[in-house]
């Protein structure tokens, strides 16, 4: 007993990494990536917030307590208030208006992660909601915070993916991210050795799924 976030990417170190570190993120940081797979990636991944939306409406759903349901209703206020407009601005700015995300297929490496989140939070409780969403809101911090650290990575106006990195390296998110990790830190070090390894399970899907989501970007996949 007595665990902690780091135990679950410890128990994931390779599936971790390879997410962590996946080509996407390294030609984002290099600047190399391909505009089209840059694009692809953004249109999906406003289909991926709406399904966040409605994975932090079941967070509200399975609260039971006033700080779980306080912390869950403000998740979903910022994403519906603030980041998907955000998220529909900085489309439009690569050349994706409101029309094309609104007709937009949803690609098998979306319908996949969005769904097995939300498939987990429903049968599950709220911890293994968490932890379905651990990957998303961690790892993507974690992202900006290894790009910073690698000499490869440009930063400033020649590398037009820079935003998406000043974006996650913010202290506004990387605020969150230490409120989630938290929050997931007092949480695990509660649970029995047979939960969590129920919990590993979970962590290491949801890490997988988003080595895929990458995947898709990189080679467009429908
Ligand atoms: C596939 C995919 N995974 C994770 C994120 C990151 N993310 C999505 S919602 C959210 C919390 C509110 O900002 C965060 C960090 C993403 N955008 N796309």
Redesign the pocket.
């Known amino acids: 007993m007595g665990y902690c976030f780091t135990d679950l990417t410890r128990a994931c170190a390779d599936e971790w990494s390879a997410y962590i570190e996946h080509d996407f993120v390294r030609q984002l940081g290099q600047a190399t990536l391909a505009d089209t797979a840059f694009r692809h990636y953004l249109a999906q991944?406003y289909l991926?917030?709406i399904h966040?939306a409605r994975a932090q409406a079941l967070a509200i759903y399975k609260s039971r307590s006033l700080a779980d349901l306080r912390q869950a209703h403000e998740g979903l206020k910022?994403?519906v208030d603030i980041?998907l407009g955000l998220h529909v601005a900085y489309c439009r700015e690569w050349g994706i208006n409101e029309g094309d995300l609104a007709r937009l297929p949803e690609a098998r490496a979306t319908l996949a992660?969005t769904r097995y989140v939300l498939d987990t939070g429903s049968r599950g409780d709220l911890l293994d909601l968490h932890v379905a969403l651990a990957p998303?809101?961690i790892?993507?911090g974690e992202i900006a915070n290894w790009l910073n650290a690698q000499p490869f990575t440009l930063r400033g106006a020649t590398n037009p993916f820079d935003a998406w990195i000043a974006m996650y390296e913010s202290d506004e998110?990387q605020g969150?991210m230490t409120r989630e990790r938290d929050w997931l830190d007092a949480r695990l070090s509660e649970v029995t050795p047979q939960r969590f390894s129920e919990l590993v399970v979970i962590f290491r899907d949801a890490t997988r799924l988003?080595i895929d989501?990458w995947q898709m970007g990189l080679d467009q996949q429908d």
């Open positions: 991944d991926f917030l966040f910022t994403i980041e992660y998303c809101l790892g993507y998110f969150a988003e989501f």
